[in-house]
């Protein structure tokens, strides 16, 4: 059985998910407390980080985004990176876009404050961080939801990456209640679609220890 | 023309160059203060960073990463990024590798303090990220020698975007007279075949104002 050595609450983790459920890829998903450095994990996946896919041939495939190239091109029957060479890049320049800016500018100052630090015992929340990612993902929301309105999906007329990538870094920040939904309207259009395609319904399963998410987590109708 | 918006001492932006002149598609490069966040370029690249390729009939593809995956698409006569599914996975590991691993860990605190800094006016280098940029380096280099001597190139039997992703962080770094060749013999045989490239001419050209790199930079037999 292919493996996904994973962490519930990670944006790439979650991302992955949500792209091996579409392409319906049976997993078996193993969470990996990357903070204990394992060495048996390190030997798999040397960057020490998940997530980390290793297919039943043996192949190790670690990174979100290297594992969704692999997707891509082991498994296209569910095409999710677009066709023509233009929407291909519009696909990736969001990819890019939520795993580097997006990324940086609030999930590292609200999920890395909030989750990461409390879970490998590294103190507490910084509040500066906090309040530039607050700040931050006014404009991110914003961003999201003028996508959603302009356009089919968030990288044009086909459902993409660029979808999950974004509900993915969205999913944890919901989770520990960071999103104010009633500013976002049209963001929050569209993450009620994602919300409520079947490859989501594991991650509003989630739980985890210490964290408990606000009741409309797992509401379709929030 | 194509257009590069770049600048000279942005490792990602000569991974760009580098894979544009092994590919043989010239291009127009120009330099873009993205610290001055010009309107017209924010127009063109909402990231605001470099580089950002425009084609000729009007595509605009920014981020490295992205770049090279659609470089690869439109051009493959000189392919870059491994055949198998199994040399993609090592190829693109080694760019996440490079771009985040390494990025992070040595670029950003060694060119992002020195450099970066300076040219947009944000103070003094941070001794302790210097000192960070330093100790991290010594394992990278041990990684890019053990790879370059149990492999042809970094990813396997072929030259490939990694063996790029590597040459282009190391090469601003060597501009800025960081690395310590002489403790690095294996990674230094691996550089000097890519520094005798063609494709390398133009970066061992490059001179950047208020910074001058040392004798051995441009030297092929340093």
């Known amino acids: 059985m292919r493996i996904l050595y994973h962490l519930p609450l990670s944006p790439q983790s979650r991302q992955v998910r949500l792209v091996l459920a579409e392409k319906r ?7 990996e407390k990357v903070w204990e450095n394992r060495p048996e994990y390190l030997a798999l996946n040397p960057a020490g980080d998940v997530p980390l ?17 692999y997707l891509e091109e082991a498994y296209p029957d569910t095409p999710l990176m677009g066709r023509t060479l233009a929407e291909r890049v519009e696909v990736r320049r969001l990819m890019a876009w939520f795993e580097g800016k997006f990324g940086h500018e609030v999930s590292r100052n609200l999920l890395g404050e909030k989750v990461d630090k409390r879970l490998a015992g590294r103190g507490n929340p910084d509040g500066t961080a906090l309040r530039a990612g607050y700040a931050n993902m006014r404009f991110h929301l914003d961003y999201i939801g003028w996508l959603a309105e302009t356009r089919a999906w968030l990288a044009g ?19 520990i209640g960071d999103i104010d939904w009633s500013k976002a309207p049209a963001a929050k259009d569209w993450y009620a679609r994602m919300k409520s395609r079947p490859s989501f319904r594991s991650l509003l399963n989630d739980r985890v220890n210490g964290f408990n998410p606000p009741a409309h987590y797992a509401d379709l109708d929030f």
Not at 25 to 31: C, G, R, S, V
Not at 53 to 69: D, F, T
Request: hydrophobic share 45%; net charge negative.
């Open 157 to 175: 007329n086909m459902l993409s990456m660029a979808d999950f990538a974004a509900a993915a870094h969205l999913s944890c920040l919901d989770y």
């Open 53 to 69: 896919l290793v297919e039943e041939n043996g192949l190790s495939i670690p990174n979100a985004w290297v594992i969704c190239e």
């Open 25 to 31: 890829l049976p997993y078996e998903p193993k969470t």
